[in-house]
């Protein structure tokens, strides 16, 4: 993990965290962030809960002490939670996220992360890339489900915009 900057990683996570908010506003009917086509198991909403709660029980409450409880079984069952309150959940999730990882520095990746499910055992860095490719991952779905689901809109939610990545980003973007 010596190779993989901790600033980048917070980076993706807030950028993809920040790509789950747009996409949440281009459900133009609020209802459907709840709704599921067949074959489909999990909602936008769902999904939505279930990334905020994986990182603030992984990076906020093992890695940064915040004393966040993760309830996983209301991440997939909970239903109708508001569109403002679902981003405000994100928003908060990528404060947390970029606070706990600017404080990680001199960190040995290597050794394992801690208190993972079933005494697994993964070394840090592997985990905290995990954490990130989990989070794009479920980013995807949403945006299929999406554009499954309303059809009408194809639009994008720009969520691996690469000019976030950019040192000098251009004046007119």
């Known amino acids: 993990m010596d190779c993989v900057n901790l600033e980048w990683l917070s980076i993706l996570m807030t950028r993809e965290l920040s790509a789950f908010s747009r ?12 709704s599921t086509v067949p074959g489909i198991a999990n909602s936008a909403g769902n999904l939505t809960l279930h990334v905020c709660g994986n990182l603030q029980h992984f990076i906020g409450a093992i890695l940064g002490g915040t004393g966040y409880v993760r309830d996983r ?5 909970a239903r109708g939670i508001g569109r403002a ?17 600017s404080k990680l520095l001199g960190r040995d990746f290597t050794t394992d992360f801690p208190e993972l499910p079933g005494g697994l055992r993964v070394p840090f860095g592997l985990f905290l890339l995990h954490l990130s490719t989990h989070l794009a991952f479920h980013l995807g ?18 969520a691996m ?3 976030v990545l950019a040192v000098e980003p251009p004046a007119s973007v």
Request: charged content about 30%.
């Open 23 to 34: 996409e949440l506003d281009l459900f133009e009917d609020e209802s459907l962030i709840w």
């Open 73 to 77: 079984e209301r991440e997939f069952s």
């Open 85 to 101: 309150e679902l981003q405000a959940n994100l928003a908060r999730t990528s404060d947390v996220v970029r606070t706990v990882l």
């Open 141 to 158: 779905q949403a945006g299929y489900l999406r554009r499954l689901l309303t059809g009408e809109n194809p639009q994008s939610s720009d």
């Open 161 to 163: 915009a690469i000019r």
